[in-house]
């Protein structure tokens, strides 16, 4: 993890320092359980939000994108992290805040809301596709999510993800088991609308 320190400014207001950070894929920037004592935003790659069950499976609970915050549980009071936030793509790059950097910077503070609103309006809409769809629109929904964020369009109306996306975190985010997202994806590939390998998966038009 690698580690470097600036500050960012506003017109008008106070300086609010920020520290960089780099993550690999599957590096957890802070575990369930853990003090909530800073925030975070994510300048590239993507961060993967759950939690724990009782009975210790895990729970998808959305996706933070470039420019989105998250760990926001400190600017709310809370002593303790409720869930989860683990690198979801190859190379994670965020900036790291504390505390008091919220309380200084107008601008600043409704950036970090605005993120929080809509994180929360993404969990919610997961909730309801998960509870209402079939397993293969599940996968369906996830990935052209996926793809609406950062593609790249290809000839024919194909476009290009170049992250890889393991089954298991399919089976994640969808709420199904591996086997059956397998299934799925493979149904995807024969009938031509997927394709997927272990740097990128490609959507034809019609997917």
Same mark, same amino acid.
């Given at each position: 993890?690698? !580690? @470097? %320190? ?8 106070? #300086?609010?320092?920020? &520290?960089? =950070? $780099? ?19 994510? !300048? @590239? %790659? ?8 009782? #009975?210790?499976?895990? &729970?998808? =609970? $959305? ?31 965020? #900036? ?112």
């Amino acid at each position: 993890m690698n !580690i @470097s %320190g600036a500050y960012i400014s506003n017109t008008n207001q106070e #300086e609010v320092l920020k &520290v960089t =950070k $780099s993550f690999k894929k599957d590096q957890a920037v802070y575990q369930q359980g853990d003090n909530a004592v800073k925030y975070y935003k994510v !300048i @590239s %790659g993507i961060v993967v939000i759950g939690s724990y069950t009782a #009975e210790g499976k895990m &729970v998808y =609970k $959305s996706l933070v994108h470039e420019n989105g915050f998250f760990g926001d549980e400190v600017v709310s009071g809370l002593k303790e992290r409720v869930n989860f936030a683990l690198a979801f793509s190859k190379d994670l790059v965020i #900036e790291e805040y504390k505390q008091d950097s919220f309380w200084i910077n107008q601008f600043h503070q409704k950036e970090v809301l605005k993120s929080s609103l809509q994180r929360n309006l993404n969990i919610q809409h997961t909730m309801e596709v998960n509870s209402s769809m079939a397993v293969e629109d599940r996968v369906r929904h996830f990935l052209i999510g996926l793809a609406d964020k950062k593609s790249i369009k290809l000839l024919l109306g194909e476009v290009m993800v170049r992250m890889h996306v393991k089954h298991k975190e399919l089976a994640f985010a969808c709420n199904s088991s591996r086997q059956c997202v397998s299934s799925v994806i493979s149904k995807f590939q024969k009938e031509g609308g997927l394709r997927m390998d272990r740097t990128s998966f490609i959507l034809s038009s019609d997917f």
